[in-house]
T-cell receptor
Framework: TQLLEQSPQFLSIQEGENLTVYCNSS?????LQWYRQEPGEGPVLLVT?????EVKKLKRLTFQFGDARKDSSLHITAAQPGDTGLYLC???????????FGKGTRLSVIA | DAGVIQSPRHEVTEMGQEVTLRCKPI?????LFWYRQTMMRGLELLIY????????DSGMPEDRFSAKMPNASFSTLKIQPSEPRDSAVYFC??????????????FGPGTRLLVL
């Protein structure tokens, strides 16, 4: 069974702080996606990373794919209350299998 | 452009009753996915369709669950009989290219099911 482990499970920080959340697997991903889910809504795609070592930036969010394509991180700079939500990573392990989701990191940014 | 539409948004029912959840995917999308989300287990894939054909239903928990996609614009997930442990948020998602998830999945707002 291919599993994604996300850490931390919960994170509560003050507005303006920086944070990093992690997504790890014992298996190699062919690609990995990060989604954000707000209360009462479905997940929304933030980014897809495909190449080992790849770094993508989306405003204050920086996504990194590990060199070995077994892990990924999401770094948020100067967090804002609008960043509050559940951050999910989802990995594709081969071309013919559907995405496997982690359980997510629940982030709360306090003003 | 309308996104994925799910109905009902909330459902409260009693144990043993039949529950039917409905989904309208984004027009032109070839893949449709049903997920279940709970705090304990996270987001679990139940079944997905490609061009209206069920491809992988290994996530369907047991025979009480069934899903259909009679045409490209409509799918149902049915639970019969329902049990309290089925209480969860059920999401439908669609994606455009039919590769089983490599491309972006667009999620609906979910149906929050409570079985008493």
């Amino acid at each position: 069974t291919q599993l994604l482990e996300q850490s931390p499970q919960f994170l509560s920080i003050q507005e303006g702080e920086n944070l990093t959340v992690y997504c790890n697997s014992s298996s190699v991903f062919s690609s990995l996606q990060w989604y954000r889910q707000e209360p009462g809504e479905g997940p929304v795609l933030l980014v897809t990373v495909v190449t080992g070592g790849e770094v993508k930036k989306l405003k204050r969010l920086t996504f990194q794919f590990g060199d070995a394509r077994k892990d990924s991180s999401l770094h948020i700079t100067a967090a804002q209350p609008g960043d509050t939500g559940l951050y999910l990573c989802a990995g594709l392990f081969s071309g013919n299998t559907p995405l496997v989701f982690g359980k997510g990191t629940r982030l709360s940014v306090i003003a | 452009d309308a996104g994925v539409i799910q109905s009902p948004r909330h459902e409260v029912t009693e144990m043993g009753q039949e529950v039917t959840l409905r989904c309208k995917p984004i027009s032109g999308h070839n893949s449709l996915f049903w997920y279940r989300q709970t705090m304990m287990r996270g987001l679990e894939l139940l079944i997905y369709f490609n061009n209206n054909v069920p491809i992988d239903d290994s996530g369907m928990p047991e025979d009480r669950f069934s899903a259909k996609m009679p045409n490209a614009s409509f799918s149902t997930l049915k639970i019969q009989p329902s049990e309290p442990r089925d209480s969860a948020v059920y999401f439908c998602a669609s994606s455009p290219l039919g590769r089983g998830g490599f491309e972006t999945q667009y999620f609906g707002p979910g149906t929050r099911l409570l079985v008493l």
